[in-house]
């Protein structure tokens, strides 16, 4: 795995949220998203808190949201802040402290 730094994060437009779950006991966010150009990406966030998770699945409409923006950014105290909006579906958002990827 490769680490990312947050400026470089992003934008995610126009990508499928695939799954996300919890590994290394909880401590450790794992996102996949298939790009709308490209193969699918498994981002792995350490230390995750403050985890926001608002998803609504539409009417007669596609399960997994479709991203309208996504990125990070580094804070003051060093953590980083990750959102990835989905528009009229929600959002995730959380702190973590580093963003790394398969595949990069």
């Known amino acids: 795995m490769s680490s990312i730094a947050p400026e470089t994060f992003g934008p995610l437009c ?3 949220l695939m799954s996300f779950g919890w590994e290394q006991d909880g401590r450790d966010l794992v996102i996949r998203i298939e790009l709308a150009e490209g193969p ?3 981002f792995t966030f350490s230390w995750v808190n403050h985890l926001l998770v608002s998803i609504a699945q539409p009417d007669n ?3 997994q949201p479709f991203s309208w923006e996504g990125g990070a950014e580094r804070l003051s105290d060093g953590r980083v802040r990750v959102l990835l909006d989905f528009a009229s579906q929600g959002e995730i958002s959380f702190l973590c402290d580093e963003i790394t ?3 990069t």
Request: no cysteine; glycine share 16%.
């Open 14 to 16: 126009d990508a499928t």
């Open 40 to 42: 699918m990406r498994r």
């Open 61 to 63: 409409g596609p399960s």
């Open 101 to 103: 990827a398969d595949g």
